[in-house]
């Protein structure tokens, strides 16, 4: 059995053989399900058996199953396939990362579609609408996260048999200030993941950067983009490099629609021409991320900039908005991720 699942507390992936069951009074503590039923294959084949896997036999047996982290590990953990393919979303702090992914996955969850569908994995999709609904349903924002929640959901699409993942871990962007420390190993782990890359620009760090007059930026936004994106790297060899599409999303660009209308013109379809591309590209140099660019172009696979608003429009009141979110742009990058062309 080929089977592996997704810990949603470490975001170890883990073969089912490597998964801890808890043992019998004769045997060693914390045993793997690979030790504890070694001749599960042997037991089908030769005795004719139905097919069960360690984790069915472990749960046979009213054992409970847990990864190495200590966390029991359901059976709605399980992965739909055996190759793992993770889109997972990173930013600074305050740069918009949660409002963009609540309106992305209503946008994705709204497209006209019989063939593709999202499914939270475990309890996911509860904790999730929780949040989603207080900016969808209540018109306000979410209340600040500063311990970090993971979430993890199945794309999946009636065409194809490998089924990607898209994952996020909601720690608000302060992690990024312990650049120079040691990380907690399950955002290691969630940075290891093998797959794409969304890396949120602050819309509102690039209207100060550009001297605009907006004042929604933390000066004490220190941390840049381009020493998140070498963190996450620093590890890497080529060949992940070269396994890895990025999309590059600047996030709250309502902010900079009056000066910049091209912005918007880029929120409402996947500028793919050489020429949007092209100005998007300039426009993320002029804010002074040159650096980020070339460091972008030189390293991974394949790279998109998009620009996208989360609101449809720049609010007035910070606690309640004044009315719904018509979010522009949030969906694309996703689309481009899975090669999946945007309904007209």
Avoid at 71 to 81: D, G, Q, R, S, V
Avoid at 250 to 269: F, G, N, Q
Wanted: glycine share 6%; aromatic share 8%.
């Amino acid at each position: 059995m080929n089977d592996k699942y997704l810990c949603l507390n470490c975001w170890r992936i883990s073969h089912v053989n490597d998964l801890i069951g808890q043992p019998h009074w004769r045997e060693p503590p914390d045993g793997r399900l690979g030790d504890l039923y070694p001749h599960s294959f042997w037991r089908q084949t030769l005795l004719g058996l139905a097919p069960k896997d360690p984790y069915q036999l472990a749960v046979q047996d009213d054992r409970e199953v847990k990864c190495k982290c200590g966390e029991p590990m359901p059976e709605c953990a399980k992965l739909p396939t055996e190759r793992v393919s993770a889109i997972r979303i990173i930013g600074p702090k305050n740069s918009g990362k949660t409002f963009f992914l609540i309106t992305m996955l209503d946008s994705f969850n709204r497209m006209q579609s019989e063939e593709m569908a999202l499914r939270g994995i475990c309890d996911t999709s509860q904790r999730f609408g929780q949040i989603s609904s207080a900016l969808l349903k209540d018109r306000r924002r979410p209340e600040a996260n500063v311990t970090g929640e993971p979430y993890a959901w199945k794309i999946m699409d009636a065409q194809v048999e490998q089924h990607p993942m898209l994952a996020f871990h909601d720690f608000g962007g302060q992690i990024w200030e312990q650049v120079d420390r040691n990380i907690p190993e399950n955002l290691t782990n969630y940075l290891a993941l093998p797959g794409h890359l969304i890396l949120v620009l602050d819309g509102a760090r690039i209207a100060r950067d550009l001297n605009l007059a907006f004042q929604d930026a933390n000066p004490g936004d220190s941390v840049d983009d381009l020493s998140i994106l070498e963190h996450i790297t620093k590890n890497w060899n080529r060949q992940d490099y070269n396994n890895t599409k990025l999309a590059l999303v600047i996030t709250k660009a309502d902010i900079l629609w009056e000066e910049y209308p091209v912005l918007r013109e880029a929120c409402a379809s996947l500028s793919k021409t050489d020429e949007k591309q092209e100005y998007l590209r300039q426009f993320i140099i002029k804010s002074g991320r040159k650096a980020l660019v070339i460091f972008v172009e030189q390293r991974f696979r394949d790279a998109c900039i998009f620009a996208s608003s989360s609101l449809g429009f720049c609010p007035e009141e910070r606690d309640q908005f004044e009315r719904q979110p018509e979010p522009l742009g949030t969906l694309l990058p996703l689309l481009w991720l899975l090669d999946i062309e945007a309904p007209v």
